[in-house]
């Protein structure tokens, strides 16, 4: 099979089935450093990508070894370039919309561009992500990667020492607010009149010399500069030069036909290396527990769980272990 985007969108255009050993869905750092080392592994596959992703607004990605403050878009396009150079890759931009079980393999349809892929493998991996929502602030998302992030651990050194604004509404708003004033000691906690809060959560905030504000937030105030305040629906303006955000997030796996368990959040309950319930089907990333991780993270998991596949589709191996030595 030739490598690139090409030979996938011809084959769509003429309705040919490709098949393959590995499709893996999701061309993030989850699904691209499982695709690279899948192919390192001499293992033909077909990586589809929607590129919808999570981070397109963010301008810089920290904590990721040899690339802190790249973008995100190109760190995904450095990673797509690398899969694309071996020639057992195939990689088209589409949207899944079926993965079925097909005998002792998996049927792949996808859609984009007016173009269908249909392909057969062996096994799928899912690396699709999540789709998050934020709090109904008109202008969060005007700030939202420069101003306001939502990933502490990724963008909590570049506001460290500024009044930051915390804008949780959900139930895990005291460990989060404690864990963020680890980079500010100037912290005030909007939960946007959500009853998240109850007494001994209080005083633990209080305690840490956090401020709690209950009230409904109208609106981030700000200009060309960045934010500036944080506006509540009473009038109250106070300033802030900086926020992060708790969003929810959605997994969205409807195109996937297949009886797998998922946690109390419908995140892809997975073993270590990646493998869910199903044969043939592992997924990685942002779409198993806990959830949205750093980049790097990701990226590692990744790797694992294709040297997971690599070996499942082998067969017959014993007593290896997980890690990679």
């Not at 493998?121 to 939502?150: D, I, M, N």
């Not at 504000?213 to 629906?233: K, N």
Request: with cysteine.
């Amino acid at each position: 099979m030739g490598h690139g985007s090409s030979p996938a969108a011809s084959a769509g255009t003429h309705a040919e089935v490709l098949a393959v050993d590995v499709v893996v869905v999701g061309a993030g750092p989850a699904g691209l450093s499982a695709a690279l080392n899948l192919v390192r592994a001499r293992r033909t596959v077909l990586l589809i990508d929607a590129n919808r992703p999570r981070n397109a607004a963010t301008l810089q990605s920290h904590g990721y070894l040899t690339r802190d403050g790249i973008s995100p878009l190109e760190l995904r396009k450095l990673g797509r370039a690398e899969v694309e150079a071996y020639p057992e890759a195939t990689v088209v931009q589409a949207v899944v919309d079926e993965v079925v079980p097909d005998g002792a393999g998996w049927r792949v349809h996808a859609t984009g561009r007016g173009t269908a892929v249909s392909a057969t493998a062996r096994a799928v991996v899912v690396a699709t992500g999540l789709r998050e929502e934020f709090p109904a602030l008109p202008s969060l998302r005007a700030f939202y990667g420069t101003s306001v992030h939502s990933c502490v651990e990724c963008d909590g050194y570049e506001k460290a020492g500024e009044a930051l604004a915390f804008v949780c509404e959900t139930p895990d708003v005291v460990d989060r607010a404690l864990y963020l004033a680890a980079w500010s000691d100037d912290l005030v906690v909007y939960t946007n009149g959500a009853r998240t809060l109850d007494d001994a959560g209080s005083e633990r905030l209080a305690a840490a010399g956090i401020r709690v504000d209950e009230r409904p937030v109208a609106d981030l105030e700000g200009d060309r500069s960045g934010m500036t305040g944080v506006r509540l629906q009473d009038g109250h303006v106070e300033p802030r030069t900086g926020a992060f955000v708790r969003p929810t997030w959605h997994v969205d796996l409807d195109w996937l036909r297949a009886d797998v368990e998922r946690d109390a959040e419908g995140l892809l309950v997975v073993d270590a290396s990646g493998r869910t319930g199903v044969p043939g089907l592992y997924a990685v990333g942002d779409v198993t527990p806990p959830g949205p991780e750093q980049l790097i993270v990701a990226a590692g998991h990744g790797a694992r769980t294709a040297f997971a596949v690599h070996r499942d589709l082998v067969g017959g191996l014993r007593d290896v272990r997980d890690a990679v030595q």
